[in-house]
T-cell receptor, first 113, second 116 residues
Framework: KQEVTQIPAALSVPEGENLVLNCSFT??????LQWFRQDPGKGLTSLLL?????REQTSGRLNASLDKSSGRSTLYIAASQPGDSATYLC????????????FGQGTTLQVKP | GAVVSQHPSWVICKSGTSVKIECRSL??????MFWYRQFPKQSLMLMAT?????????EQGVEKDKFLINHASLTLSTLTVTSAHPEDSSFYIC????????????FGSGTRLTVV
């Protein structure tokens, strides 16, 4: 059974710092992995999608890497800003045609001005 | 990009009543939509997969008679919480995938259900 774990559960950093969020999964057989952002009481916003054949994806100050063999992904946020404060969720899509996602518990990030 | 609209954003209902939540794909067709539930400070747990024109597939432990799902068109899925109880209070989120786009799964804005 696929399980997704995110460490740390919470993180507080001063503005301007570069930071790394970690995501690990127990079964390396995945179709893809996706990082989301969730603001309090809101839905999810997709940040980056990495296919199983890819190693990393970049969007602006965000970079996500994927090491399928070790069951790990990282989300790197450069030059953090207070507006980055949110909960970040990673989710894996298992192979097959079910289409469902398995989520980690999330990392709640606070960037202090 | 692909947009999923969810309505209502919040609802308060009395115990024993039913509540319907709508999920619409605005600019794409979705033969499959997904319903998730999120308890405070916890992650999303898939409840069921909604299939257009056929029965929904429920995850283990989810009561299909309590959480009725209807996916009557390629752009609309509804989740009805029947005979709601306080323990059903939660954040419900739907998602869909635009198979023609690069965005993976797009999520609705969620519905905060409070049963009093």
């Amino acid at each position: 059974k696929q399980e997704v774990t995110q460490i740390p559960a919470a993180l507080s950093v001063p503005e301007g710092e570069n930071l790394v969020l970690n995501c690990s999964f127990t079964d390396s057989a995945i179709y893809n992995l996706q990082w989301f952002r969730q603001d309090p009481g809101k839905g999810l916003t997709s940040l980056l999608l990495i296919q199983s054949s890819q190693r990393e994806q970049t969007s602006g100050r965000l970079n996500a890497s994927l090491d399928k063999s070790s069951g790990r992904s990282t989300l790197y946020i450069a030059a953090s800003q207070p507006g980055d404060s949110a909960t970040y969720l990673c989710a894996v899509r298992p192979p097959g045609n079910t289409g469902k996602l398995i989520f980690g518990q999330g990392t709640t990030l606070q960037v202090k001005p | 990009g692909a947009v999923v609209s969810q309505h209502p954003s919040w609802v308060i209902c009395k115990s024993g009543t039913s509540v319907k939540i709508e999920c619409r794909s605005l600019d794409f067709q979705a033969t499959t939509m997904f319903w998730y539930r999120q308890f405070p400070k916890q992650s999303l747990m898939l409840m069921a997969t909604s299939n257009e024109g056929s029965k929904a597939t429920y995850e283990q432990g989810v009561e299909k008679d309590k959480f009725l799902i209807n996916h009557a068109s390629l752009t609309l899925s509804t989740l009805t919480v029947t005979s709601a109880h306080p323990e059903d209070s939660s954040f419900y989120i739907c998602s869909a995938r635009d198979t023609g786009g690069p965005y993976g799964y797009t999520f609705g804005s969620g519905t905060r259900l409070t049963v009093v």
